[in-house]
């Protein structure tokens, strides 16, 4: 996962100048000493590491989850950083949710009690049951670490000078570092049932270079990790935050229609996942961690269209005889507009800057691509040099 976040620096686009215009010295001294410094340091970019920790403990919590209960289970309970993110906004970064926000956590909430419930209730041995219980719990407790990572993104990387796709790529190349520092030799030296290890990494490297299918499984998840993040940043960059919810949602059903499909269909009951009468509970909780991520956001969603509609009714027309703004007016409406989405940002889940792009099933992955912005905190988009 880290290799293939570390590749999206390919995605990175430098802000380039327009053709035939050229700024004069005074334009670029003006522009470079604005309240933001326009390189980063070291020290800078190495709190990038702090994040990509809560994202590695977040995978490694994720991953032992999915051993333990259904693929299903596991992409709806992903629904719970939602609300953990929240928490921990108002806790650390001191913010103020509205009623549409209280009334998105409850019904978030009231879900993934749902759909962990009916997951756990559907094992009829105690033992199974046991091992549900396990797998949904450590499943949440990595989306406490994701939401971590979230808050740690935007309390400590909010003056970083970097793109979005670029700090993506920082984290990729950290977590790789951290996993070959630290998580591969503990692993190694823990004993365990994998040759007296609880991973045998040697083994693993030697699986790899030498077992083609091994190889392609690795090289498809990170040529797919690459996908989705251009696939990503080019659904929020050309759509709002509720066609963002749609298509995650449509994700997360579309995993659990596969998973029905090749055990009733491909392996005849050999993989995948069985409908049983639980089921009928689950899908309710998928609909109301839905309802609840729709609410979460109402205030972003209905701002965007607003948004939307006053572009289109600001946008000089010849046809229609409207006189252009002047430069003033325009600088004017432009400020006006950031404090209003400042405003609206706060305790938006959307607002949120984006985490792992494999870990983020209701937030949006990369913000304003192709475009001269820089990382975004909740409190709007840092301007660009």
Known sequence: M?????????????????????????????????????TNTWGQVNLIIIPTAFDLL???????????????????????????????????LKKRLDKYNWGGIALSLSGIIIVGGSNVLAESNPTSQQQQV???????????????????????????????VRIVAWEGLFGVMMCLAIVMPAAYFMGGRDHGHLEDSLD???MFFHTWK????????????????????????????????????LRTLCVWVLDLFFFYVVTN??????????????????????????TYNYRQIVFEKKHEIGEELRRPSIERGTKPMTFDETVGEEEEEE?????????????QPFGSAAHSPFIAVVRDVGSPGYFSSSHGRRPAP
């Open 214 to 249: 091994v190889a392609a499984i690795v090289f498809a998840d990170m040529v797919m990790m690459l996908f989705y993040n251009i696939c990503g940043m080019g659904v929020t960059d050309g759509f709002s935050a509720v066609h963002r919810v749609i298509i995650e949602t």
């Open 204 to 206: 693993s490297f030697y």
């Open 2 to 38: 880290f290799v293939g976040m570390s590749i999206c620096i390919v995605l990175d686009k430098t802000p380039k100048s327009p053709p035939g215009i050229e700024a004069t010295d005074d334009e670029k001294k003006s522009l470079t000493t604005g309240k933001h410094p326009t």
């Open 58 to 92: 977040a995978t490694g919590c994720g991953t032992t989850g999915l051993l333990y209960t259904t693929v299903s289970v596991y992409q709806m309970l992903r629904g719970a950083q939602l609300i953990f993110t929240a928490l921990l906004s108002i806790i650390f």
């Open 269 to 294: 009951g050999g993989f995948g996942e069985q409908w049983t009468s639980y089921s009928w509970y689950q899908a309710f909780g998928f609909v109301l961690l839905v309802a609840g991520t729709l």
């Open 134 to 164: 396990f797998g949904v719990v450590i499943i949440v407790v990595g989306q406490i670490m994701q939401a971590s990572q979230v808050v740690c993104e935007e309390f400590l990387l909010q003056d970083l000078k970097m793109s979005s």
């Open 339 to 351: 404090e209003e989405e400042a405003e609206e940002h706060i305790g938006s889940y959307y607002g």
